[in-house]
């Protein structure tokens, strides 16, 4: 889901080498856990990696995992598991605002 207007915390804006220093993990690291497809950056019109908080988060939690012995492929899978939950959440909700539409007989315009 793209929203609109992201939140701070969602602005992919933040240089690889800042990720570094922020992480202290190595660029490589980061272009490693990039190439699992671990994590997503944005590129630059230069093509250079943008990266937001969350990243950064995801990132800090990624290190804690490999640390404590998870490998990438298991890593990968629960966070597509915990993806599938929140979009199925999502559509749950769009469900239930839309018999909620209906039966007030709310249209969206």
């Known amino acids: 889901m793209v929203r ?12 690889i080498g800042v990720v570094s220093e922020l992480t202290g993990l190595s660029e490589r690291q980061i272009r490693y856990y990039e190439e699992r497809k671990l994590i997503f950056p944005d590129r630059s019109k230069g093509r250079n990696r943008k ?7 995801a990132l800090m939690d990624i290190a804690n995992k490999i640390e404590d012995g998870f490998q ?17 959440e999502e559509l749950r909700k ?16």
């Open 4 to 15: 609109q207007n992201p939140s701070y915390k969602e602005k992919k804006v933040i240089s």
């Open 51 to 57: 990266y937001s908080f969350s990243d950064v988060e």
């Open 72 to 88: 990438t492929l298991e890593i990968r899978r629960e966070k597509l598991k915990e993806q599938k939950k929140v979009e199925q």
């Open 94 to 109: 769009k469900m239930i605002q839309g018999q909620l539409n209906a039966r007030f007989g709310i249209r969206k315009n």
